[in-house]
């Protein structure tokens, strides 16, 4: 038989100043308290059940009514000595023998007319009810403990629900309008999804990193002390008071309280509950599980210090932006469909690829003109089939165009004649060692191609040739690298564009088999190229192949005259093209390629135009080669500017101050003076210039997230961590009130709208990089209007 009782949805309960014995702290991690209260009645429980049955009868009886004919209405055995006062219930439980003849205190009948029920009861249904017995008087003391009427509201429910359950032997059920999960996806799936979505395409050691903070965040979850809904109206007052209190209640009935009382099911937070507590918790979450890592640093043992001093700080923000983005596609309920069972566990999180995401990739479909397959890259082997004719490769000593010769000097280029000189005195270019820590990404990849350790082939289907078993081959193994980096898109789809006759792919070959590529599609006649697909196998990652494989197809197309790259890039592949040269700032113009490639939503359109006169394969030959002549030619100098100047013997004399240039030799080391802003005198002037530069500000495309004050409701906690906010709108009242009698005044508020942006959010949001470009495009106008030096 099952009992149960009514919990009003969206009553408060556990309190928040630490109301319930054993309680931790409002909003905050478990107390070594709440941990120990659970220690200690599990040992009660463990001693009490390890009685003579007599001894758990005479407990029993306590919640027992009596049986005795009559019709006797005691609802439970008392003693005939209860101590003076009651506070320990387990006093008043106590009889003064250890037999059922014991009579009780109300009805005078015996101890055995109230447990005469249990008499033939097995001995796990009697430890059972022990334990629910046990579980009422922590309750009991619960209480009369708490101070906040609605939460002792709960509490009270909950003592009523175990004590009517020993009363009939039944067993505790919670009524409610909903029964767990109450949210899908749950906050643990999410987590899973986010590491799937955003770390899958990290080498085997950073998916165990990746791993563990995933897992350490959900067991924070999961022992975590919410706050109570009276606590979240005081800090926010915009804040969903109805929603929060319905899922705090649930929170305290089905999480909080089973801890300590094992008589009530018990439930993970992160298993039952979904994105809604999340959101309402995880700004205070995140701020106190930094402040608490950074207070217990000095404890934390070498291995673990970077990672949750370090890594989880960035892990907390990237994941901040995924709970209150409302476009996040972790939230979908659809989102692990094509994964086997739909769920992974929290310690394969990163192990398991079925959501996998490439580090780097873009997607789109094809239409235009078919292009000749097989044609193969400029730095292919000679041996092969596939290599085009020595006369079409691009030599990097290629003469340049009459234009190009005719360039006219920048004042400051160094002398031909010199470079000459200084190149006539240095080693091999390839010899120079490497001593910067930025060394060049494809400098390892680019040795082994030179070694013959890996081949470019730019191949390709076709409708009119001879099927080349080879091609055939490269191109299956390109199908599958395509389809295991980027399991998110459908393989028919990489399969058909991969085979397309109108789509090329630049193979990378390895040991003779397919370990990367990029697909794409020339379009001539509108003067770029479409960049499809771009993958390395994971196990080749990391070693500077991607890098190569696109200065590769640079060349290649710099071969074919077109000078322009065009792709769809997810935020994530974002970085890896500006590396490659890509930006949004597209040199096509619209009407070029409207039409011919689809837009997609939640993608960057990325462009990347191509200089004829840069050979990109050799790219990083080319500046090692200009350090080590800028290297020579400052040693060079340093033989000039060696020359020792007598000390300033000035001061003696008692000259307090002198110019800087004064200084001997100060200018034959190559010193100028500092540029100085400059201060418009005329008030109506300046007006106008700052007007005109904050105009020009507001129109900027990356303006929007400044526009206004932030809203409390959009990021929680800002002004807690901003003192000094500033927005467009602020600036544009006080240039209307005339605030701004100085350009200085202007740049300062127009800097701490930037600052406080880098400082709230985290460099990989969309609002850090808007503030950078805006922050660039500012000091643009700000140079252009004459106010500072350029």
């Not at 004590?163 to 009939?168: F, G, P, T």
């Not at 050799?618 to 060079?636: A, D, G, N, P």
Request: proline letters at 7%; charged letters at 25%; a positive charge.
């Amino acid at each position: 038989m099952a009992d149960s009782a009514g919990i009003e949805q969206g009553s408060p309960a556990i309190g928040a100043a630490g109301s319930a014995p054993a309680a931790p702290g409002p909003g905050g991690a478990e107390s070594s308290g709440a941990a120990g209260g659970s220690a200690r009645i599990g040992v009660k429980k463990a001693q009490l059940r390890s009685s003579p049955r007599h001894k758990k009868l005479e407990k029993l009886g306590v919640y027992s009514s009596c049986k005795a004919e009559g019709a006797c209405k005691c609802n439970g055995w008392k003693s005939q000595n209860p101590p003076a006062t009651p506070p320990r219930s387990e006093q008043q439980q106590q009889p003064a023998a250890g037999n059922l003849r014991q009579p009780c205190r109300s009805c005078s009948h015996a101890l055995g007319d109230h447990v005469s029920h249990l008499e033939r009861a097995p001995e796990d249904e009697i430890d059972r009810l022990l334990g629910m017995a046990l579980d009422v008087e922590y309750l009991y003391t619960c209480v009369h403990k708490e101070e906040d009427a609605d939460t002792k509201q709960v509490y009270f429910s909950l003592f009523k629900l175990l004590r009517k359950c020993i009363l009939q032997m039944g067993k505790p059920t919670l009524e409610a309008q909903e029964s767990p999960p109450f949210e899908r996806p749950s906050i643990e799936q999410g987590v899973n999804n986010f590491v799937q979505y955003k770390f899958s395409h990290l080498p085997s050691k950073e998916h165990q990193t990746i791993a563990e903070l995933a897992e350490m965040f959900l067991n924070q979850i999961n022992f975590w002390q919410l706050e109570t809904p009276s606590q979240g109206r005081q800090r926010l007052p915009d804040h969903d008071t109805q929603g929060y209190k319905a899922n705090y209640t649930r929170w305290l009935c089905y999480c909080h309280v089973p801890q300590s009382c094992d008589s009530l099911p018990r439930h993970r937070t992160t298993q039952i509950f979904g994105r809604t507590l999340l959101r309402s918790v995880f700004s205070v979450l995140r701020k106190q599980l930094l402040e608490q890592a950074r207070q217990e640093k000095d404890k934390l043992p070498p291995e673990k210090r970077t990672l949750i001093l370090t890594h989880f700080p960035k892990f907390l923000s990237m994941l901040e932006e995924e709970v209150y983005s409302h476009s996040s596609p972790i939230w979908k309920q659809d989102f692990l469909a094509g994964a086997p069972g739909g769920k992974i566990p929290v310690h394969t999180v990163v192990r398991t690829p079925p959501v996998a995401r490439p580090l780097y990739y873009s997607i789109s479909p094809a239409s235009c003109a078919d292009l000749p397959s097989g044609a193969a890259s400029p730095a292919s082997k000679p041996s092969t089939a596939l290599e085009p004719s020595p006369a079409e490769k691009r030599k990097s000593s290629e003469p340049l165009p009459q234009e190009e010769m005719k360039r006219p000097r920048v004042v400051g280029d160094i002398p031909m004649e010199l470079i000459n000189e200084v190149m006539a005195t240095m080693a091999d270019p390839a010899a120079i060692p490497e001593t910067s820590l930025l060394s060049a990404r494809d400098e390892a990849a680019r040795l082994e191609e030179r070694r013959g350790v890996i081949e470019f082939h730019v191949i390709g289907n076709s409708l009119n040739q001879k099927p080349n078993k080879r091609i055939l081959m490269w191109l299956v193994g390109l199908q599958n690298v395509f389809s295991h980096q980027l399991p998110r898109m459908p393989k028919e789809y990489i399969t058909r564009l991969v085979f397309d006759p109108k789509h090329k792919t630049l193979s990378l070959i390895k040991d003779g088999r397919v370990i990367g590529g990029i697909c794409f599609r020339m379009f001539p006649s509108q003067g770029f190229t479409e960049i499809v697909f771009c993958a390395v196998t994971s196990n080749e990652q990391v070693k500077g192949y991607g890098t190569h494989l696109m200065n590769h197809l640079k060349e290649y197309h710099i071969k074919h005259h077109i000078l322009n790259f065009l792709t769809y890039a997810d935020e994530y592949a974002i970085g890896y093209f500006k590396k490659q040269g890509f930006s949004k700032d597209i040199k096509v113009a619209k009407a070029k390629y409207v039409g011919y490639i689809k837009d997609y939503e939640g993608a960057t359109l990325m462009g990347c135009e191509l200089n004829p006169s840069i050979p990109y394969t050799e790219l990083s030959v080319i500046i090692k080669k200009q350090k080590e002549i800028i290297k020579k030619l400052m040693e060079r100098k340093q033989v000039h500017i060696r020359k020792v100047y007598p000390g300033l013997s000035c001061f003696k004399d008692g000259v307090r101050q002198i110019p800087i240039e004064s200084i001997p030799g100060i200018r034959e080391s190559g010193w100028k003076p500092l540029a100085k802003g400059k201060d418009v005198k005329d008030p109506e002037q300046l007006h106008g210039a700052l007007k005109n530069i904050l105009q020009h500000v507001k129109g900027h495309q990356n303006a929007w997230p400044f526009m206004e004050p932030v809203k409390k409701t959009e990021a929680p906690g800002y002004y807690q961590v901003i003192r000094f906010p500033m927005d467009l709108k602020t600036m544009s009242e006080r240039l209307k009130s005339r605030y701004y009698a100085t350009r200085k005044l202007f740049m300062a508020d127009m800097q701490r709208v930037f600052t406080n942006c880098r400082e709230y959010n985290a460099p990989e949001s969309e609002y850090y990089k808007c503030a950078n470009l805006l922050e660039k495009f500012f000091y643009t106008k700000i140079k252009e209007a004459g106010l500072v030096d350029k």
